[in-house]
């Protein structure tokens, strides 16, 4: 939506904006003070979060080497980091132009999409206890856009 | 026992550095276009690379090659330094410490980043001690002279310094393939110039990239 809102100030030359096109804009401010919740509950619970599902996927794949599960880890906080973001921004490119199209290859060079499918999964029900049912929907697009595109189930 | 606090350092976990909406920036009301560092960045019109081309080829005839091998030189052994720089006080990691993998994406983003083309890295020979480097979409060969030879001499400059560099070997750079003859990709052949000598006539003859590397490495 953010690219919507940035292609309506293209217009300005044109004309002023029509009141179904300030909707846009004002449907995003709206929504404003739900994403500033959900992005401060994101940042104060990042370590807590992030520590119980290292924890659990430690349990789940103790044939792991701890550095494949170390690596597998700073992935995904720096993808809950950027997926944050682009919640904020209500802008799912966010995510995909700083980290997918260059993470994806690193994914795929160290075939960590094993490691990953177990640690998302932990990270989706920890997230779903964490956040509330609306703050989990907003999270939603940019994360499931990340997490799919990571497993190459969706070209980047 | 895994520690999450322990795998961020100063709270930072170094993502894309040259994420185009990141990396370009500049103070335009000053016509000032900049990295991220404050390097100076520039916007080249395709008319200039014509112009250059142009204007190569009418002062110094079949010098251009030459010329513009060793502008490509200069300039590629100033773009590992800097690229190294940007790279060591981003990631906090020694060049040596990083992985190839790391290394290689950053190189591939940075490229992109730059309206340079997409470039990838072939290692399929790299144990018989040639490394092909693949361009897409080069600038260079899509406003270069239609001369029916590889024209992307600035590359070849660029890639032989960086690549030297990299390895801490001598590496000469030789194109096999070309955009401006209708090929799928420019393909770059690294290796030590002895090795490559062969090569620059087996070009000139037209032979196809793999019939060069299926005799070069027989």
Not at chain 2, 109 to 123: E, N, S
Request: some cysteine; glycine content about 4%.
């Amino acid at each position: 939506m953010h690219q919507q809102i940035e292609s309506l100030f293209d217009e300005a030359e044109s004309r002023y904006l029509k009141p179904e096109e300030l909707g846009v804009l004002s449907q995003y401010v709206d929504s404003l003070p739900q994403r500033l919740e959900t992005y401060r509950q994101l940042r104060d619970q990042e370590l807590d979060l992030m520590q119980q599902v290292a924890n659990q996927l430690q349990a789940a794949m103790p044939q792991e080497k701890t550095e494949t599960l170390e690596r597998s880890i700073k992935h995904a906080l720096l993808m809950l980091r950027y997926c944050a973001m682009s919640m904020l921004l209500n802008d799912n490119s966010f995510v995909q132009n700083r980290l997918l199209s260059w993470l994806t290859r690193t994914v795929q060079t160290y075939n960590t999409q094993t490691v990953d499918m177990t640690l998302y999964r932990l990270l989706n029900q920890r997230l779903s206890q964490v956040l509330s049912p609306q703050q989990l929907s907003l999270l939603k697009p940019p994360l499931a856009l990340a997490q799919s595109t990571l497993l190459n189930q969706v070209k980047a | 026992m895994i520690s999450v606090a322990d795998l961020l350092i100063d709270n930072r976990i170094p993502g894309n550095y040259f994420a185009t909406d990141a990396y370009v920036q500049g103070d335009l009301e000053l016509g000032l276009l900049e990295n991220r560092r404050g390097d100076r960045l520039l916007a080249l019109p395709e008319t200039l690379i014509q112009g250059i081309y142009a204007g190569l080829d009418k002062e110094t005839g079949q010098a251009t090659r030459l010329v513009l091998m060793n502008c490509g030189r200069w300039w590629g052994k100033n773009f590992y330094a800097r690229f190294c720089e940007e790279l060591n006080d981003y990631y906090g990691t020694a060049l040596a410490d990083m992985a190839m993998v790391e290394f290689l994406q950053s190189l591939q983003q940075c490229w992109l980043t730059h309206g340079w083309g997409k470039i990838d890295l072939d290692q399929s020979h790299q144990n018989r001690g040639f490394l092909v480097v693949e361009i897409v979409n080069s600038p260079f060969a899509q406003h270069a002279p239609k001369l029916n030879r590889p024209v992307c001499f600035l590359e070849a400059g660029i890639l032989s310094s960086f690549f030297s560099q990299l390895t801490n070997k001598d590496l000469y750079c030789v194109q096999t393939t070309c955009e401006s003859m209708g090929a799928d990709r420019n393909r770059f052949l690294l290796g030590l110039a002895k090795r490559l000598e062969p090569v620059e006539v087996m070009v000139e003859n037209q032979l196809d990239h793999e019939t060069i590397m299926q005799k070069l490495c027989a």
